[in-house]
């Protein structure tokens, strides 16, 4: 099955500044990638995704870029403000498959 | 994007007595939705798979019998935990698919304690 793998666990970064995700997977055939955002005892959100057909995808401050060749996908966020503070996950699925294969999460602090 | 709720946010029960969790799908109409459980600090793992109308479908090591999943109507699908343990204590997610987005969207969680 697919196995999804996410770095760094934890970020601390300035506000302001900027903040990248890494998420690896090992199924060629995985086409969707969706990131989301879950904040203290709360459910994830969906914040954005990506599918197979494109290399790049953007949504104000944050952007998400796909390399199949290597298999990894990234989440950027810039002018980070301490609301995103919060537990990011990385998925991965194949259209038509359901099941969604999640990283492990990154802890993103920003200090204001 | 879709809206799910979840019912109740939290829940503290005796050992032994049986909990049922509410998962709606307020805006659409959910063919399939997804139960997963989160342990603090860790990442979500998924339970069983539930269609409209047929048995639930459960990975490997979730007891069927333990945790019986109904998904009766298309914006409805339930979660009992049955003869509920301490060890059963953990944040439940419930997710419906908007099936044109192939996109799942998840419940706001409820936190079970049992005591």
């Known amino acids: 099955g697919e196995n999804v793998e996410q770095h760094p666990s934890t970020l601390s970064v300035q506000e302001g500044d900027s903040a990248v995700i890494k998420c690896t997977y090992s199924d060629s055939a995985s086409n969707y990638f969706p990131w989301y955002k879950q904040e203290l005892g709360k459910g994830p959100q969906l914040i954005i995704d990506?599918?197979?057909?494109?290399g790049e995808k953007k949504d104000q401050r944050i952007a998400v870029t796909l390399n199949k060749t290597a298999k990894h996908f990234s989440l950027h966020i810039t002018e980070t403000q301490p609301e995103d503070s919060a537990v990011y996950f990385c998925a991965g699925s194949q259209t038509g498959a359901n099941n969604l294969f999640f990283g492990t999460g990154t802890r993103l602090t920003v200090i204001p | 994007g879709a809206v799910v709720s979840q019912h109740p946010s939290r829940v503290i029960c005796k050992s032994g007595t049986s909990v049922k969790i509410e998962c709606r799908s307020l805006?659409?109409?959910?063919?399939?939705m997804f139960w997963y459980r989160q342990f603090p600090k860790q990442s979500l793992m998924l339970m069983a798979t539930?269609?409209?109308?047929?048995?639930?479908?459960?990975e490997q090591g979730v007891e069927k019998d333990k945790f019986l999943i109904n998904h009766a109507s298309l914006t409805l699908s339930t979660l009992t935990v049955t003869s509920a343990h301490p060890e059963d204590s953990s944040f439940y997610i419930c997710?419906?698919?908007?099936?044109?987005?192939?996109?799942?969207?998840f419940g706001p969680g409820t936190r079970l304690l049992v005591l």
């Open positions: 539930s269609n409209e109308g047929s048995k639930a479908t459960y």
């Open positions: 805006d659409f109409q959910a063919t399939t």
């Open positions: 997710s419906a698919e908007v099936r044109s987005e192939e996109t799942q969207y």
């Open positions: 990506i599918r197979s057909n494109v």
